[in-house]
Nanobody, 120 residues
Framework: QVHLVESGGGLVQPGGSLRLSCAAS????????MDWYRQAPGKQREFVAR???????NYADSVKGRFTISRDNAKNTVYLQMNSLKPEDTAVYYC??????????????WGQGTQVTVSS
């Protein structure tokens, strides 16, 4: 069993910043990659950013230059620093990870989501 728990969401004004965290726990041997996705009301869930083992990263075009994904391997935690936030960034943000368990199986695990609202 593995669990992902997000935190750090909230209400922020346009142009402001927030830092999301996602901590993985459970029977973890290693984590291949960790992603952030988001889902706005009435829209499909969309990819935001990925960080692989090491420092290799990918970003959606809509967040490049404004969001930064980072990872603390010792804590099995991924972060999403969000700057210059826009109203269109309003969504529930979800963490996803591909985890190799101590039983040597590979799981794709999702967190419960954290709400980010950008509004004046």
């Amino acid at each position: 069993q593995v669990h992902l728990v997000e935190s750090g969401g909230g209400l922020v004004q346009p142009g402001g910043s927030l830092r999301l965290s996602c901590a993985a726990s459970g029977s973890i041997s290693s984590i291949n990659f960790m992603d952030w996705y988001r889902q706005a009301p009435g829209k499909q869930r969309e990819f935001v950013a990925r960080i692989r083992t090491g420092t290799s990263t990918n970003y959606a075009d809509s967040v490049k230059g404004r969001f930064t994904i980072s990872r603390d391997n010792a804590k099995n935690t991924v972060y999403l620093q969000m700057n210059s936030l826009k109203p269109e960034d309003t969504a529930v943000y979800y963490c996803n990870a591909e985890i190799v368990t101590t039983a040597r199986s590979i799981l794709s695990s999702w967190g419960q989501g954290t709400q980010v609202t950008v509004s004046s």
